[in-house]
Nanobody, 120 residues
Framework: QVQLVESGGGLVQTGGSLRLSCAASGRIFSINAMGWYRQAPQKQRELVAVITSGGTTNYVDSVKGRFTISRDNAKNTVYLQMNSLKPEDTAVYYC??????????????WGQGTQVTVSS
């Protein structure tokens, strides 16, 4: 069994910064891509940023230049540094990881979500 535990959300003013962390634990052979998603009230969940095991990153256009995704493979942890936050960044943020649990089986796991609120 694998668990993803997120931390770092909270309330911040416009222009502020937050750093989210997500640590994976449990029966992990390796982890392929890791990502951050967000879901605002009455909106669909959207992919914010993703990072491969080799460090290649991709971002949704609305956060490019403001957010940075990174990972520590030794700690099975992914981070999201969020700068210049805007009210429209307000959402519940979820981490997701493609965890290889056996050499031939990969499964998608999700964190419980952490609230990010940006006040204007």
């Amino acid at each position: 069994q694998v668990q993803l535990v997120e931390s770092g959300g909270g309330l911040v003013q416009t222009g502020g910064s937050l750093r989210l962390s997500c640590a994976a634990s449990g029966r992990i052979f390796s982890i392929n891509a890791m990502g951050w998603y967000r879901q605002a009230p009455q909106k669909q969940r959207e992919l914010v940023a993703v990072i491969t095991s080799g460090g290649t990153t991709n971002y949704v256009d609305s956060v490019k230049g403001r957010f940075t995704i990174s990972r520590d493979n030794a700690k099975n942890t992914v981070y999201l540094q969020m700068n210049s936050l805007k009210p429209e960044d307000t959402a519940v943020y979820y981490c997701q990881a493609m965890v290889v649990v056996t050499p031939t089986y990969e499964y998608s796991y999700w964190g419980q979500g952490t609230q990010v609120t940006v006040s204007s």
